[in-house]
């Protein structure tokens, strides 16, 4: 059964971005939502509908997975596709043994929910506010045996350095990174993926996020070949469709990771000027976490839910921070949009302040 935490007696652990747009069914400017908005790619579009024509065939991974493989450098065993991010928590839920597993909060709730619909006792870790959201290795009980933290962290939108993370690792944890925001940092700064020698490492990576594929549901894991093995055993037959392998195998190409690396710097620009515009509004007691290194601001407001209600009425959806472990109703989360997006989100901003 859920615990607590999911049924409402606590932070609504599943409670997500898509929430704030369907609430209602008012045509929302989508602000809630962490996925890249002008996607997917007409490219991409063409490429999984040219699968459709293989549809009666079972779904054959082989391709896809040898292609994550190549891309991180990592031999094949090492890597399980899965139905999106979310499916590998629920594989990790229910497939590892754990005794002691700890959640790094704020952060995405769907480990901290799977974990606990499996029947685990999960322990939380809160990081701090005055401390920036930063991440430290003492924070951590040394008898955790499965540790997840995300990088970077949705929604605090902190990047933690590759070694603060890796120094979590011990002999008989299993360290969970969700990297699912990773390709929208330029450069790919702190990637954990690819690294074989941290002991007890599973990343986790997303290709919903910067190319538009969450209806679509792909991901995938990069572990040592024992925990691939693991979870593999515990995923239904064919858990990924042919569209969305085709969709894997192409986003994974040369060419995608270089658009997808130009996108992150258009984000990293357009985030910029979304800070800078927030600033304006510093004497009204909002406040955002810097330095922020994903393609959204976790901003702190006094009276957020009563703004977020009034930027409704103005056209804006945002993303309500109290979901999150650790933060509370003054926080909101926003996602990075384009200029003309943004200056218009601002100006909404400002009348819903004044109200």
């Not at 469709?241 to 195998?249: F, K, V």
Request: glycine share 8%; net charge negative.
């Amino acid at each position: 059964m859920p615990t607590d935490d999911v049924l409402g007696d606590g932070p609504d652990l599943r409670h997500h971005g898509d929430a704030e747009v369907r609430d209602d069914g008012a045509e929302l400017v989508d602000l809630a939502v962490n996925v890249r908005a002008d996607t997917p790619p007409a490219w991409l579009r063409e490429l999984i509908g040219g699968s459709l024509d293989a549809l009666a065939a079972y779904p054959d991974g082989r391709a896809a997975r040898a292609a994550v493989a190549a891309r991180h450098g990592l031999p094949v065993d090492r890597v399980l596709l899965t139905a999106g991010a979310a499916e590998a928590f629920v594989l990790l839920a229910r497939a590892l043994k754990v005794r002691r597993p700890v959640v790094v909060h704020p952060q995405f709730t769907e480990p901290e929910a799977a974990l606990r619909d499996a029947g685990h006792t999960v322990d939380r870790v809160l990081l701090r506010a005055e401390d920036g959201f930063r991440l430290t290795a003492r924070a951590v009980p040394e008898e955790a045996d499965l540790v997840v933290v995300g990088n970077p962290t949705n929604p605090t939108s902190v990047l933690h350095p590759a070694d603060a993370i890796a120094a979590l690792a011990r002999p008989g944890r299993t360290l969970v990174v969700d990297e699912a925001f990773m390709d929208a940092v330029p450069g790919e700064r702190e990637a954990l993926a690819g690294r074989t020698d941290v002991p007890g490492l599973v990343v986790l990576r997303s290709l919903t996020k910067t190319w538009g594929l969450a209806g679509l549901r792909i991901g995938y894991v990069l572990a040592a070949p024992e925990t691939v093995t693991t979870l593999e055993r515990a995923q239904p037959l064919w858990p990924v469709s042919t569209p969305a392998l085709a969709a894997a195998e192409a986003c994974v190409s040369p060419q995608a990771l270089a658009e997808a690396d130009r996108a992150a710097r258009r984000i990293a620009a357009d985030r910029a000027r979304l800070v800078a515009g927030l600033t304006r509004f510093a004497a009204a007691g909002v406040r955002v976490v810097e330095p922020a290194e994903g393609p959204f601001l976790l901003v702190r407001m006094p009276a957020a839910a009563a703004v977020r209600r009034r930027l409704r009425t103005l056209g804006f959806a945002v993303r309500r921070g109290d979901t999150f472990p650790g933060l509370g109703e003054e926080w909101i989360r926003l996602a990075v949009r384009d200029q003309k997006t943004t200056d218009a989100f601002l100006e909404a901003l400002e009348q819903a302040l004044d109200q």
